[in-house]
């Protein structure tokens, strides 16, 4: 994959907050994080309009997804949380524009998706 300067790579620390991710994002297409330690999710406070690739694998914390905020990424076409230590997801609003959601690999017992 070539980066470019629309793509967002993050190898995160481990006292990382994805407020601070979420602040270097903006303007971004891609954002990319990898290897992280996230316990809970924080949505943008900013829409992150550009957005139209999220990819967050190989958190090795137990987490859950609680509300992701569809409306802080109009855009979003593709959503890969892959890998991680998921324990639940829901989605707030509508993705309206999401053509791929991948939740392999991760701890969830059931999916109860509405239509996004």
């Keep these: 994959m070539s980066l470019t300067p629309t793509t967002l ?3 995160t620390k481990p006292t ?3 407020s601070e991710i979420w602040k270097a994002a903006v303007g971004k297409r891609s954002i990319d994080i ?3 330690r996230f316990t809970q999710w924080q949505s943008p406070t ?3 309009e550009n957005v139209e690739m999220l990819t967050i694998t190989g958190n090795t914390a137990a987490w859950r997804i609680a509300d992701f905020d569809a409306t802080k990424f ?3 076409k ?3 949380l892959y890998n991680n230590q998921l324990t639940g997801f829901s ?3 509508k993705l309206e524009k999401l053509e791929i959601l991948h939740l392999q690999n991760n701890n969830l ?3 109860h998706l509405q239509s996004m």
């Design 46 to 48: 900013e829409v992150l």
């Design 9 to 11: 790579l993050f190898k």
């Design 78 to 80: 593709y959503l890969y």
């Design 74 to 76: 109009p855009n979003l």
């Design 34 to 36: 990898n290897g992280s």
């Design 91 to 93: 989605i707030i609003g």
């Design 109 to 111: 017992p059931a999916l």
């Design 16 to 18: 990382q907050q994805l």
